[in-house]
């Protein structure tokens, strides 16, 4: 049996962390106007340091929205500040985002498929 071996492609990955609501808007253009495949959202509770919330007892907290995705280390920059803009993370209590490198990544391809009818 031939096995193959996977071209590995360096990238970088970005993480977001918005307020509840935001993450899908962006990962929907990040797939559709980006051509990325490699995104994905889950959530989390928590509070920041600066807002009322933080005051007001002991358990309450927010749901955030996590979005991560892969880019090809070429294109990082330029998606980092369109996922900035988008995601509207220079507004007050906007979230927070960072990038950082991988060691490898496997590209992944979808195949093509026909549009989703809402």
């Not at 307020?19 to 495949?37: F, N, S, Y």
């Not at 990082?76 to 220079?90: G, K, Q």
Request: proline share 7%; glycine share 8%; net charge neutral.
């Amino acid at each position: 049996m031939l096995s193959v071996i996977p071209t590995l492609i360096s990238q970088k990955v970005i993480t977001c962390i918005l307020p509840k609501g935001r993450a899908m808007k962006v990962a929907k253009a990040l797939t559709k106007e980006r051509g990325l495949t490699a995104v994905d959202i889950h959530y989390a509770r928590g509070n920041g340091r600066l807002t009322p919330l933080r005051y007001r007892g002991i358990g309450e907290t927010l749901e955030k929205e996590v979005l991560t995705v892969a880019v090809p280390t070429e294109q990082a920059d330029e998606v980092f500040a369109y996922i900035y803009e988008l995601a509207e993370i220079n507004r007050p209590h906007g979230g927070l985002m960072y990038m950082h490198g991988l060691l490898a990544a496997t590209p992944y391809t979808l195949p093509e498929l026909p549009e989703e009818e809402a």
